[in-house]
C-alpha cells in the first residue's frame, strides 16, 4: 500500500501565500488535492497525472497550481491570494496501481488557516 505524508500548512493572512507538499511511498498515476472546511463534505481541488495534465476546480482556478516531482514521489499545491474560505484541512490523494487493480490512499490531512 502506498503510504502518503502531507506537510506545509499553518496560519496565513488573507491575500498570503502557503505551499503543501504531498510525499508518496510508492509511484502513483495520478495525485490529488481535497479539503474539508469544518462542517463541510470534502470536496476536490486540483489533480495532476503522472504525465503532467491537471484538473482544478472552478473555486481555485488562477490562484491555486498543483505539480508534482515523479521522481521523488511528491506532488505539490501552491496556493496563493488565500482567501478566508480556503481555511479547510487539506488531504492528499494517490492513485497507484497493484496487481493489475487501481487502489486509491489518503494521506492524514494538514490544517490551512486563512485568517487575520
Known amino acids: 500500500q502506498v503510504q502518503l505524508v502531507e506537510s506545509g500548512g499553518g496560519l496565513v493572512q488573507p491575500g498570503g501565500s502557503l505551499r503543501l507538499s504531498c510525499a508518496a511511498s510508492?509511484?502513483?498515476?495520478?495525485m490529488g488535492w481535497y479539503r474539508q472546511a469544518p462542517g463541510k463534505t470534502r470536496v476536490f481541488i486540483a489533480t495532476?497525472?503522472?504525465?503532467?495534465?491537471?484538473n482544478y476546480a472552478d473555486s481555485v482556478k488562477g490562484r491555486f497550481t498543483i505539480s508534482r516531482d515523479n521522481a521523488k514521489n511528491t506532488v505539490y499545491l501552491q496556493m496563493n491570494s488565500l482567501k478566508p474560505e480556503d481555511t479547510a484541512v487539506y488531504y492528499c490523494?494517490?492513485?497507484?496501481?497493484?496487481?493489475?487493480?487501481?487502489?486509491?490512499?489518503w494521506g492524514q490531512g494538514t490544517q490551512v488557516t486563512v485568517s487575520s
Open positions: 490523494k494517490g492513485m497507484y496501481s497493484a496487481r493489475g487493480l487501481s487502489f486509491e490512499s
Open positions: 510508492g509511484s502513483t498515476f495520478s
Open positions: 495532476i497525472t503522472s504525465g503532467g495534465n491537471t
